[in-house]
């Protein structure tokens, strides 16, 4: 069981990390929230709330990270795209080249404690 | 009760209960917020059979209870300014003019606040001492003034007097009122900047999103070109004082 700051923590981080990946979905091609959402959730641990995605999406787009259109859809009303730009590419290459040291330094330092 | 109005009666139920925990959020991100959610749902609901009432509370449960979405989104929104952070910048602008004191006061607004980074506090702080009225200060100390020496008894028609100029009116007509306009512009700008910063938010660590450091390309292009032009109005200065002496 996680206790407050670490809840507190892993929530940040999370919400750090996710924008990125949405980046990262993003980045083969355009879609819409519930495609994010839904592709999102299907990772363990990621999204414990598929809301919670909505307003990360908004951030990413007041950051000009990602931008929007409206399509129509076949299978209901029309449907919100969002779209990685450039900001949005070089933010994810940045990233990605910084986590992976990231990640790997963190889980070198876990298991010398095991 | 129908299926149907069973499944609307649920659905309506949560929006409201969601518009309800995002009453303390900016309206116009809480009624986007809403849009989001509601097309969500439908979506969520075209893989429904019509009336399955244990699906569409397992859709909303994946959603989120409103509760936990409205948190979300509060901790997601930009940090709002304290109210010293938005009067700082027009106090350091032109607070000199109530007696001085409105501009001491934005100066510990300033130095005291998080948002400022240290070369923000200086500017704010050296360009200009007192804000607008600094302005007059600088004019009054570069206006033209002509210093005379010698002996001019009375009666005589030739005098011996040595006269030399100094001030803003011996440069080129060009130069000077360049020199007005930077000497003017420059306190605007810098309260321009602050404010600037003030509405973009620096990711530091007095942010609580520290894990987002990363800042737009669209930004950090605006950021260089700010610091260029501010670095060109004190080289510009630097060059003019020397010019008058």
Same mark, same amino acid.
């Given at each position: 069981?996680?206790?407050?700051?670490?809840?507190?923590?892993?929530?940040?981080? /999370?919400?750090?990390? $996710?924008?990125?990946?949405?980046?990262?979905?993003?980045?083969?091609?355009?879609?819409?929230?519930f495609? $994010?959402?839904?592709?999102?959730?299907?990772?363990?641990?990621?999204?414990?709330?598929?809301g919670?995605?909505?307003?990360?999406?908004t951030?990413?787009r007041?950051?000009?990270?990602?931008?929007?259109?409206?399509?129509e859809?076949?299978?209901?009303?029309?449907?919100?795209?969002?779209? $990685?730009?450039?900001?949005?590419? /070089?933010?994810?290459?940045?990233?990605?080249?910084?986590?992976?040291?990231?990640?790997?330094?963190?889980?070198?330092?876990?298991? /010398?404690?095991? | 009760?129908?299926?149907?109005?069973?499944?609307?009666?649920?659905?309506?139920?949560?929006?409201?209960?969601?518009?309800?925990?995002?009453?303390? &959020?900016n =309206?116009?991100?809480?009624?986007? %917020? &809403?849009?989001e959610?509601?097309?969500?749902?439908?979506e969520g609901?075209?893989?429904?059979?019509?009336?399955?009432?244990?699906?569409?509370?397992?859709?909303?449960?994946?959603?989120?209870?409103?509760? *936990?979405?409205?948190?979300?989104?509060?901790?997601?929104e930009?940090?709002?300014?304290s109210?010293?952070?938005?009067?700082? =910048?027009?106090?350091?602008?032109?607070?000199?003019?109530?007696?001085?004191?409105?501009?001491?006061? @934005?100066?510990y607004g300033?130095?005291?606040?998080?948002?400022?980074? !240290?070369?923000?506090?200086?500017?704010?702080?050296?360009?200009?001492? @007192?804000g607008?009225?600094?302005?007059?200060y %600088?004019? @009054?100390?570069?206006?033209?003034?002509?210093?005379?020496? @010698?002996?001019?008894?009375?009666?005589?028609?030739?005098?011996?007097? *040595?006269c030399?100029?100094?001030?803003?009116?011996?440069?080129?007509r060009?130069?000077? %009122?360049?020199?007005?306009?930077?000497?003017?512009?420059?306190?605007?700008?810098?309260?321009?900047?602050?404010?600037?910063?003030?509405?973009?938010?620096?990711?530091?660590?007095?942010?609580p999103?520290?894990?987002? &450091?990363?800042?737009?390309?669209?930004?950090?292009?605006?950021?260089? &070109?700010?610091?260029? !032009?501010?670095?060109?109005?004190v080289? %510009?200065?630097?060059?003019?004082?020397?010019?008058?002496?």
């Amino acid at each position: 069981m996680v206790v407050g700051g670490t809840e507190k923590l892993l929530a940040q981080m /999370r919400r750090g990390a $996710i924008e990125y990946c949405v980046l990262a979905l993003l980045q083969s091609e355009d879609r819409y929230g519930f495609e $994010i959402t839904r592709q999102l959730s299907e990772a363990d641990g990621l999204v414990t709330s598929e809301g919670t995605v909505y307003p990360l999406l908004t951030r990413l787009r007041n950051d000009g990270l990602v931008d929007t259109y409206w399509q129509e859809s076949t299978e209901g009303p029309p449907r919100r795209y969002y779209r $990685i730009t450039t900001s949005g590419k /070089r933010a994810l290459k940045s990233f990605i080249d910084q986590w992976a040291r990231f990640r790997d330094s963190v889980d070198d330092i876990l298991s /010398r404690g095991k | 009760m129908s299926e149907h109005m069973m499944s609307d009666r649920i659905i309506e139920e949560y929006l409201g209960a969601l518009r309800d925990a995002l009453r303390t &959020v900016n =309206p116009s991100s809480a009624k986007e %917020f &809403v849009a989001e959610i509601e097309q969500h749902i439908s979506e969520g609901r075209t893989s429904l059979e019509p009336g399955d009432e244990v699906g569409l509370r397992n859709l909303l449960e994946r959603i989120g209870s409103p509760t *936990t979405l409205a948190n979300e989104l509060k901790e997601t929104e930009p940090r709002t300014a304290s109210g010293m952070d938005r009067v700082t =910048p027009w106090l350091i602008l032109a607070g000199g003019f109530a007696f001085g004191f409105g501009w001491l006061i @934005g100066l510990y607004g300033l130095w005291s606040s998080k948002t400022w980074r !240290i070369w923000d506090k200086l500017l704010g702080t050296f360009i200009w001492p @007192g804000g607008l009225l600094g302005t007059f200060y %600088f004019f @009054g100390a570069i206006s033209s003034s002509t210093v005379c020496s @010698g002996v001019q008894n009375a009666g005589q028609t030739a005098s011996t007097l *040595t006269c030399v100029h100094h001030g803003i009116a011996t440069l080129p007509r060009g130069l000077q %009122f360049l020199a007005g306009f930077v000497i003017v512009a420059a306190p605007i700008f810098t309260s321009f900047r602050l404010g600037s910063v003030l509405s973009r938010g620096y990711a530091d660590a007095s942010n609580p999103r520290g894990i987002r &450091v990363v800042r737009s390309g669209r930004s950090r292009t605006r950021t260089r &070109v700010v610091w260029i !032009i501010e670095g060109l109005m004190v080289l %510009f200065f630097a060059i003019f004082v020397l010019t008058l002496h």
